[in-house]
Nanobody
Framework: QVQLVESGGGLVQAGGSLRLSCAAS????????MGWYRQAPGKQRELVAV???????NYADSVKGRFTISRDNAKNTVYLQMSSLKAEDTAVYYC??????????????WGQGTQVTVSS
């Protein structure tokens, strides 16, 4: 089993910053793309940012220039630095990882989610 443990959520005022972390643990042979998604109340889960194992990144238009995704491959950890936060960034943020374990096919795993609340 591969587990993703997130940390770093919380309450912050508009214009503030937060840093989310997500550490993958378990029987991981190869760790591929990792990303952050978010889900606000009454809305569908949406992609926030993704980073490949080689460091290529992609962002949702709504967070470009404000959020930065990075990863530490030695620690199997992905980060999301969020700055200039807005009320509309309020959501539960989920970590996602794609990997190979001992099975024949690539798999994906999700974290439990961490709440980010931005007060205006």
């Amino acid at each position: 089993q591969v587990q993703l443990v997130e940390s770093g959520g919380g309450l912050v005022q508009a214009g503030g910053s937060l840093r989310l972390s997500c550490a993958a643990s378990g029987r991981i042979l190869s760790l591929y793309a990792m990303g952050w998604y978010r889900q606000a109340p009454g809305k569908q889960r949406e992609l926030v940012a993704v980073i490949t194992s080689g460091g290529t990144t992609n962002y949702a238009d709504s967070v470009k220039g404000r959020f930065t995704i990075s990863r530490d491959n030695a620690k199997n950890t992905v980060y999301l630095q969020m700055s200039s936060l807005k009320a509309e960034d309020t959501a539960v943020y989920y970590c996602n990882a794609n990997f190979r374990d001992s099975g024949p096919l690539p798999r994906t795993s999700w974290g439990q989610g961490t709440q980010v609340t931005v007060s205006s």
